[in-house]
């Protein structure tokens, strides 16, 4: 089945600076690809997604690439601000269909922290 | 973005005790439910898939007698902790997929249960 690997866990950032949080994933019929931003003790958010007949997307100061043939896909956070601090999921996933194929499977999670 | 609505969103029960634990999508229609469970710092643990009208798929590990799933209907998926011990303390997140349109396959998250048990 898929395996999603995240990197890095932990990640501390100046404000203003980039932060960037990579995936890489095993199953190559994966097509859907969402980011989530938990905040501490609340409900994980979709913060952007991309699906597999791109290679990139942008909304503002995030952006998700996706590369294919490599398998693996990235988030940037561009401006980091304190409020951007929380855990960010990224998911992998084959769309959806009969069965399990629509089952989104998680990274681990990356702490970012944002330094004022 | 579409709305799930979770509750009771904190519990404390007696071991022994069942809980039920209530997801419902608000403003779309949900054939497929997922319930996940997470323990602290840790990362999102898929524990079923919940379909409308049929029965639930538990992944590898999980005892679909401990954690029943009922999904009555298009909107309103349950779990039960039934028999709960300690162990079983844990934030359950139940999230509902939205298929229709441009949000095809994106699942929404519900705010969470954090269930303690005594």
């Known amino acids: 089945g898929e395996n999603v690997e995240q990197h890095p866990s932990t990640l501390s950032v100046q404000e203003g600076d980039s932060a960037v949080i990579k995936c890489t994933y095993s199953d190559s019929a994966s097509n859907y690809f969402p980011w989530y931003k938990q905040e501490l003790g609340k409900r994980p958010q979709l913060i952007i997604d991309i699906r597999s007949n791109v290679g990139e997307k942008k909304d503002q100061r995030i952006a998700v690439t996706l590369n294919k043939t490599a398998k693996h896909f990235s988030l940037h956070i561009t401006e980091t601000q304190p409020e951007d601090s929380a855990v960010y999921f990224c998911a992998a996933s084959r769309g959806f269909g009969g069965g399990s194929q629509g089952n989104l499977i998680f990274g681990k999670g990356t702490k970012l922290s944002v330094k004022p | 973005g579409a709305v799930v609505s979770q509750h009771p969103s904190w519990v404390i029960c007696k071991s022994g005790t069942s809980v039920k634990i209530e997801c419902r999508s608000l403003?779309?229609?949900?054939?497929?439910m997922f319930w996940y469970r997470q323990f602290p710092k840790q990362s999102l643990m898929l524990m079923a898939t919940?379909?409308?009208?049929?029965?639930?798929?538990?992944e590898q590990g999980v005892e679909k007698d401990k954690f029943l799933i009922n999904h009555a209907s298009l909107t309103l998926s349950t779990l039960t902790v039934t028999s709960a011990h300690p162990e079983d303390s844990s934030f359950y997140i139940c999230?509902?997929?939205?298929?229709?349109?441009?949000?095809?396959?994106?699942?929404?998250f519900g705010a969470g249960t954090r269930l303690s048990v005594l």
């Open positions: 999230s509902a997929r939205d298929i229709g349109g441009l949000a095809k396959n994106i699942q929404y």
């Open positions: 403003d779309f229609q949900a054939t497929t």
């Open positions: 919940s379909n409308e009208g049929s029965k639930a798929t538990y």
